[in-house]
Protein backbone atom coordinates (compact mmCIF):
# COMPACT_ATOMS: atom_id res chain seq x y z
CA UNK A 1 0.00 0.00 0.00
CA UNK A 2 0.70 3.83 -0.77
CA UNK A 3 1.09 6.39 1.83
CA UNK A 4 -2.11 8.51 1.97
CA UNK A 5 -1.94 12.34 0.70
CA UNK A 6 -2.82 14.84 3.43
CA UNK A 7 -6.04 15.52 1.16
CA UNK A 8 -6.88 12.00 1.95
CA UNK A 9 -5.97 11.63 4.92
CA UNK A 10 -8.70 14.58 6.30
CA UNK A 11 -10.66 13.38 4.08
CA UNK A 12 -11.14 9.34 5.65
CA UNK A 13 -10.56 11.08 9.54
CA UNK A 14 -14.06 12.69 8.62
CA UNK A 15 -15.82 9.24 8.42
CA UNK A 16 -14.29 8.05 11.95
CA UNK A 17 -15.53 9.81 15.03
CA UNK A 18 -12.64 10.95 17.99
CA UNK A 19 -9.56 9.97 15.88
CA UNK A 20 -7.31 12.34 15.63
CA UNK A 21 -3.64 12.95 13.21
CA UNK A 22 -0.78 12.32 15.51
CA UNK A 23 2.29 13.33 12.95
CA UNK A 24 2.18 9.80 10.95
CA UNK A 25 -0.58 8.24 12.97
CA UNK A 26 -4.05 8.66 14.07
CA UNK A 27 -4.85 7.47 17.57
CA UNK A 28 -7.86 7.39 19.88
CA UNK A 29 -8.32 6.66 23.54
CA UNK A 30 -11.00 5.07 25.29
CA UNK A 31 -12.29 4.82 28.51
CA UNK A 32 -14.22 1.73 30.02
CA UNK A 33 -15.91 1.21 33.18
CA UNK A 34 -13.67 -1.41 34.43
CA UNK A 35 -10.55 -3.15 34.28
CA UNK A 36 -11.57 -6.33 32.76
CA UNK A 37 -13.88 -4.56 30.22
CA UNK A 38 -10.83 -2.58 29.00
CA UNK A 39 -9.14 -5.66 28.16
CA UNK A 40 -12.22 -7.39 26.56
CA UNK A 41 -12.34 -4.76 24.75
CA UNK A 42 -8.50 -4.65 23.25
CA UNK A 43 -8.59 -8.71 23.11
CA UNK A 44 -11.31 -7.62 20.66
CA UNK A 45 -9.24 -5.13 18.82
CA UNK A 46 -6.13 -7.83 18.40
CA UNK A 47 -8.58 -10.57 16.56
CA UNK A 48 -9.29 -7.98 14.50
CA UNK A 49 -5.57 -7.23 13.86
CA UNK A 50 -4.57 -10.39 13.46
CA UNK A 51 -7.35 -11.28 10.89
CA UNK A 52 -5.80 -8.07 8.81
CA UNK A 53 -2.32 -8.69 9.61
CA UNK A 54 -2.08 -5.02 11.00
CA UNK A 55 -1.07 -4.39 14.22
CA UNK A 56 -1.51 -0.98 16.33
CA UNK A 57 0.06 0.02 18.94
CA UNK A 58 -1.85 -0.57 22.53
CA UNK A 59 -1.61 1.92 25.48
CA UNK A 60 -3.65 -0.10 28.76
CA UNK A 61 -3.51 1.59 31.20
CA UNK A 62 -6.12 0.47 33.99
CA UNK A 63 -9.64 1.58 32.44
CA UNK A 64 -8.02 3.77 29.69
CA UNK A 65 -7.05 2.23 26.03
CA UNK A 66 -5.36 4.63 23.39
CA UNK A 67 -4.73 2.51 19.86
CA UNK A 68 -2.51 3.88 17.22
CA UNK A 69 -2.60 2.99 14.02
CA UNK A 70 0.44 3.63 11.24
CA UNK A 71 1.78 1.81 8.45
CA UNK A 72 5.22 1.74 9.49
CA UNK A 73 6.80 -0.14 6.28
CA UNK A 74 5.50 2.75 4.44
CA UNK A 75 6.44 5.55 7.04
CA UNK A 76 3.20 6.65 7.11
CA UNK A 77 -0.35 6.51 7.07
CA UNK A 78 -2.15 4.34 4.27
CA UNK A 79 -6.06 2.94 3.18
CA UNK A 80 -4.90 0.01 5.84
CA UNK A 81 -5.03 2.29 8.53
CA UNK A 82 -8.34 3.45 8.19
CA UNK A 83 -9.57 0.19 7.27
CA UNK A 84 -8.48 -1.09 10.63
CA UNK A 85 -9.96 1.68 12.34
CA UNK A 86 -13.43 1.27 10.76
CA UNK A 87 -13.22 -1.89 11.92
CA UNK A 88 -12.80 -1.02 15.31
CA UNK A 89 -15.51 1.98 15.46
CA UNK A 90 -18.16 -0.94 14.61
CA UNK A 91 -16.90 -3.20 17.43
CA UNK A 92 -16.82 -0.57 19.72
CA UNK A 93 -20.50 -0.51 19.37
CA UNK A 94 -21.15 -3.92 21.00
CA UNK A 95 -19.30 -1.77 24.20
CA UNK A 96 -21.14 1.00 24.24
CA UNK A 97 -23.95 -0.16 26.26
CA UNK A 98 -21.06 -0.82 29.29
CA UNK A 99 -20.59 2.83 29.29
CA UNK A 100 -17.54 3.76 27.79
CA UNK A 101 -16.18 7.03 27.25
CA UNK A 102 -13.70 8.67 24.76
CA UNK A 103 -10.76 10.22 25.50
Not at 11 to 29: D, M, N, P, R
Amino acid sequence: MTKMSKAEIAASLEGLVGWKLEGKTIAKGYEFPSFPEAMRFVNKVAGLAEAADHHPDILINYRKVTLTLSTHDEGGLTKKDFELASQIEKERKSFKETGNKVF
